[in-house]
């Protein structure tokens, strides 16, 4: 027995699997550099206790990311060479040491982990002939390993008598709905620490204190710290419409051939965010599987990480601005010849048409750039950029999640800068900003001029009782309320006539299409984008939701933002509780 036991404790890869939580179950036990073996073979010195990481859950308390403990499979490079015990061992008497065949090693571990076993014992073989030339490489072979498969691996080793591997104790995140909002959540490195999304900002929250005992032995303690484990994190998410939104995105995406696409649904009044789908997205399970084979740069969220130019959505705040700032007025008439000169460079709507005689109204549902720069420049561009900043474009939205991106706009005072891009900023060409910073935007026109911080935390709850909860925060006034509301009413007047398809039976609805170039590598591609941002209800504001499709199919947004818009609200409306604001008539 006493053979067995030293053995074992050669071998190093066999040690036991409830090794891993040790007299508890809501901790990890780390040996820490500087513990080291008495002569009465006792550990002293400092070990430390990691934390569990907070659990993260939706809104209604579902979870969406919990934590279990987990293996680190590691070549033990030390033995590389691969070793294997044979013979009776002794205190006297030292083991003998043969070379492992790596081929074995492979067949039995690769099977449990579904992994390949020819491409195992090539990565094997490599770290042998590595640490025989005195060379350092990763001796990683696989990351959070389940523990019913470190018993199976150690198992099958221990008959076979083969040595080589060590275990490390660790702790897998775990996704109880799948990928589900994966790039909004982010994921955990094996550090570990909270990389992009909601990890990342909240890493100090959801990673806890770790604890520390300090002793002589382990009956003699001079200092014990407790550990603290870490915040559960309640998201502001519904993962009942979130699930919906991300089917019904990777439907319009194959109906139209896009390449990617957004969708984000904002309560108008406070900024928390309902629903968030950004595609292609990831499975945060296998984040650093894919960072290791694609690179990190796929992990990112595109929908606070990548700028767009937002297109005709942008005609919305223009009007408003004109508004506002008092050089246009809701009645007041504009000639559209079909193209605008800027410098002896002309501006022309889609299709190079003329629309003669219009309305602000008419401006929106016929989408006229033409017009859209004239209220631009008759604002001057002091002005026009000074209501552009008080939407938000040029600077990050404050969200609680990390990798956000502040845009691109050149304003009248940048080298570069000409009344040209006055022109095409007005209907969002030359300008580009994230899907956040555009719905964000719009919104302020749903909450009567009011920008908020849009936000995806609603509360956190630590392990001593005490909680943490949002409250919604006002940023800045960009319009007044009754310009607004005045906008509101003329975008609603605009879908009404012309993209009736987009409402639902009940609720009033306004928005605007945006159709903007494509770009690949910093040069402008055949493809669009394509999107639609919309409030609803148009008269009694609270939600603002934006969907984008990126190189789509389809000639104009109309055509491609219509049903996906159409289902998304129906489906938002119905789930969130949201009142209708208009008498359906019955038939």
């Not at 607004?484 to 009736?500: H, L, T």
């Not at 190189?551 to 129906?570: C, K, L, V, W």
């Given at each position: 027995?006493a053979?067995?036991?030293?053995?074992?404790?050669?071998?190093?890869?066999f040690?036991?699997?409830?090794?891993?939580?040790?007299?508890?179950t809501?901790?990890?036990?780390?040996?820490?550099?500087?513990?080291?073996?008495?002569s009465?073979?006792?550990l002293?010195?400092?070990?430390?206790?990691?934390?569990?990481?907070?659990?993260?859950?939706?809104?209604?308390?579902?979870p969406?990311?919990?934590?279990?403990?987990?293996?680190?499979?590691r070549?033990?490079?030390r033995?590389?060479?691969?070793?294997?015990?044979?013979?009776?061992?002794?205190?006297?008497?030292?083991?003998?040491?043969?070379?492992?065949?790596?081929?074995r090693?492979a067949n039995?571990?690769?099977?449990?982990?579904?992994?390949?076993?020819?491409?195992?014992?090539?990565?094997?073989?490599?770290l042998v002939?590595?640490?025989?030339?005195?060379?350092?490489?990763p001796?990683?072979?696989?990351?959070?390993?389940?523990l019913?498969?470190?018993?199976?691996i150690?198992?099958?080793?221990?008959?076979?008598?083969?040595a080589?591997?060590?275990?490390e104790?660790?702790?897998?995140?775990?996704?109880p709905?799948?990928d589900?909002?994966?790039?909004?959540?982010?994921?955990?490195?094996?550090?570990?620490?909270?990389?992009?999304g909601?990890?990342?900002?909240?890493?100090?929250?959801?990673?806890?204190?770790?604890?520390?005992?300090?002793?002589?032995?382990?009956?003699?303690?001079?200092?014990?710290?407790?550990?603290?484990?870490?915040?559960?994190?309640?998201?502001?998410?519904d993962?009942?419409l979130q699930?919906?939104?991300?089917n019904?995105?990777?439907?319009?995406?194959s109906?139209?051939?896009?390449s990617?696409?957004?969708?984000?649904?904002?309560?108008?009044r406070?900024?928390?965010?309902y629903?968030?789908?950004?595609?292609?997205g990831?499975?945060?399970?296998?984040a650093?599987q894919?960072?290791?084979?694609q690179?990190?740069?796929?992990?990112?969220?595109?929908?606070?990480?990548?700028a767009?130019?937002?297109?005709?959505?942008?005609?919305?705040?223009?009007i408003?601005?004109?508004?506002?700032s008092?050089k246009?007025?809701?009645?007041?008439?504009?000639?559209?010849?079909?193209?605008?000169?800027?410098?002896?460079?002309?501006?022309?709507?889609?299709?190079?048409?003329?629309?003669?005689?219009?309305?602000?109204?008419?401006?929106?549902q016929?989408?006229?750039?033409?017009?859209?720069?004239?209220?631009?420049k008759?604002?001057?561009?002091?002005?026009?950029y000074?209501?552009?900043?008080?939407?938000?474009f040029?600077?990050?939205?404050?969200?609680?999640?990390?990798?956000?991106?502040?845009?691109?706009?050149?304003?009248?005072?940048?080298?570069?800068?000409?009344?040209?891009?006055l022109?095409?900023n007005?209907?969002?060409?030359?300008?580009?900003?994230?899907p956040?910073?555009v719905?964000?935007?719009?919104?302020?026109?749903?909450?009567?001029?009011?920008?908020?911080?849009?936000y995806?935390?609603?509360?956190?709850s630590?392990?001593?009782?005490?909680t943490e909860?949002?409250?919604?925060?006002?940023v800045?006034?960009?319009?007044?309320?009754?310009?607004a509301?005045?906008?509101?009413e003329?975008?609603?007047?605009?879908?009404k006539d012309?993209?009736?398809?987009?409402?639902?039976?009940?609720?009033?609805?306004a928005?605007?299409t945006?159709?903007?170039?494509?770009?690949?590598?910093?040069?402008?591609?055949?493809?669009?984008?394509?999107?639609?941002v919309?409030?609803?209800?148009?008269?009694?504001?609270?939600?603002?939701?934006?969907?984008?499709?990126?190189?789509?199919?389809?000639?104009?947004?109309?055509?491609?933002?219509?049903?996906?818009?159409?289902?998304?609200?129906e489906?938002?409306?119905?789930?969130l509780?949201?009142?209708?604001?208009?008498?359906?008539?019955?038939?």
């Amino acid at each position: 027995m006493a053979s067995n036991k030293r053995l074992s404790f050669l071998l190093i890869a066999f040690i036991t699997l409830i090794g891993v939580v040790f007299a508890r179950t809501s901790s990890f036990y780390v040996v820490s550099a500087s513990e080291k073996k008495s002569s009465s073979g006792l550990l002293v010195g400092e070990s430390k206790y990691m934390p569990m990481r907070g659990v993260i859950t939706d809104r209604m308390g579902a979870p969406l990311v919990t934590t279990q403990a987990s293996y680190n499979i590691r070549a033990q490079t030390r033995l590389m060479g691969g070793l294997q015990v044979t013979g009776e061992i002794t205190s006297t008497v030292r083991p003998r040491l043969t070379v492992t065949d790596t081929g074995r090693m492979a067949n039995l571990i690769a099977p449990v982990m579904g992994a390949s076993a020819p491409a195992l014992k090539a990565k094997l073989d490599t770290l042998v002939m590595d640490y025989a030339g005195d060379r350092y490489s990763p001796t990683m072979l696989f990351s959070n390993v389940t523990l019913s498969q470190t018993y199976a691996i150690t198992t099958a080793l221990r008959e076979q008598k083969i040595a080589g591997i060590e275990l490390e104790e660790s702790a897998m995140r775990v996704y109880p709905q799948g990928d589900l909002a994966g790039p909004l959540l982010g994921f955990v490195s094996l550090q570990p620490l909270g990389y992009t999304g909601v990890e990342g900002y909240y890493e100090q929250k959801l990673a806890g204190v770790a604890g520390e005992i300090n002793r002589r032995s382990l009956l003699d303690l001079i200092s014990v710290t407790e550990e603290i484990d870490g915040a559960t994190i309640q998201l502001t998410l519904d993962s009942v419409l979130q699930n919906y939104v991300e089917n019904r995105l990777a439907q319009a995406i194959s109906a139209t051939n896009s390449s990617g696409g957004s969708v984000i649904v904002m309560d108008s009044r406070t900024g928390a965010i309902y629903a968030w789908a950004s595609a292609p997205g990831y499975d945060p399970a296998k984040a650093t599987q894919i960072a290791n084979e694609q690179g990190a740069a796929v992990l990112r969220d595109q929908n606070i990480s990548d700028a767009y130019e937002p297109g005709s959505v942008m005609k919305l705040l223009t009007i408003a601005a004109g508004l506002d700032s008092g050089k246009i007025s809701r009645t007041q008439l504009f000639n559209d010849t079909g193209k605008f000169d800027v410098g002896g460079q002309y501006i022309y709507n889609s299709g190079y048409k003329k629309y003669g005689t219009v309305d602000l109204v008419d401006v929106l549902q016929e989408s006229i750039n033409v017009v859209a720069a004239q209220i631009a420049k008759d604002m001057t561009a002091p002005i026009f950029y000074d209501y552009i900043n008080r939407f938000g474009f040029g600077q990050r939205t404050g969200i609680d999640l990390a990798g956000e991106t502040v845009g691109l706009v050149r304003s009248y005072n940048d080298a570069g800068w000409t009344r040209a891009d006055l022109a095409t900023n007005s209907y969002g060409q030359g300008i580009a900003a994230s899907p956040l910073q555009v719905v964000s935007a719009i919104n302020a026109l749903a909450n009567d001029g009011v920008i908020v911080q849009p936000y995806v935390v609603q509360q956190a709850s630590y392990p001593n009782g005490k909680t943490e909860t949002r409250r919604p925060v006002q940023v800045r006034t960009t319009v007044s309320a009754q310009t607004a509301k005045a906008v509101r009413e003329m975008a609603a007047q605009s879908i009404k006539d012309g993209m009736p398809k987009a409402m639902i039976p009940g609720y009033t609805l306004a928005g605007k299409t945006g159709t903007a170039n494509w770009y690949k590598n910093g040069k402008k591609a055949d493809t669009t984008i394509q999107s639609f941002v919309g409030i609803v209800p148009a008269s009694q504001p609270r939600l603002t939701i934006l969907v984008k499709l990126d190189e789509p199919n389809t000639a104009y947004a109309r055509d491609s933002m219509g049903p996906i818009f159409h289902d998304i609200q129906e489906r938002a409306v119905r789930l969130l509780g949201i009142p209708p604001d208009v008498v359906v008539k019955s038939p």
